[in-house]
């Protein structure tokens, strides 16, 4: 069994999530932390529950998703793993925390690339990767299937999606990814998603104002 633990970190309440197996490997999704404070209570979970991390996973590349990529890694010695398309947005992130007023004094560097149909392996948990562009180029979802959940990233939200009016964001790929990779899914999968509570497919599916009308204009 694999636990998921959720932080809420930065200006923009990003959800930074550790998913940790019972032989206490764990891998870190997502570093917000903005600060020493919240980088403290990330490591300070991990240390009381003797955790071990392996990997240093990024459902994309905005610039509250990876802001505490840098940290992260030098308490870790792991670098980032993304989609490769994602390189898009990561190779600007000093220039965008400059635009938000936010500090990072160099550009993460992935440590490798990821794509869709892998699967990370840490004790017996295995996440499947779908490759869910839309809101990102480079936006990827880890399915745990065994245990029927899945981590979205900024795909999908608690009864909204993620926006697409930034640079290579699309709605229409947005709702394909939605429907061909995410709603194929069983209605009782969890879903974690970037911000916000969790949800599930099938209650998004029954209730999601932007997905319920297939030529809703958004
Ligand atoms: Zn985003």
Redesign the pocket.
Known sequence: MAGVRKFTFNPFQVNTYVVYDDNKECVIIDPGCSDGVELLQLMDFIKEEDLKPVHLLLT?T?ID?VMGCNAVEEMTGLGPELHEAGMVFLNHSTDTADTYGLNLDRNPEPKGFIKEGEVIEFGTTKLEVLYTPG??DGSICFLNRDEGWVIVG?VLFQMSI?RTDFPTGSFDVLKQSIFEKLFVLPDDTVVYS?HGPETSIGFEKANNPFLLDENAMY
């Open positions: 994309h905005h998703h809101h990102a900024d993620g970037g």
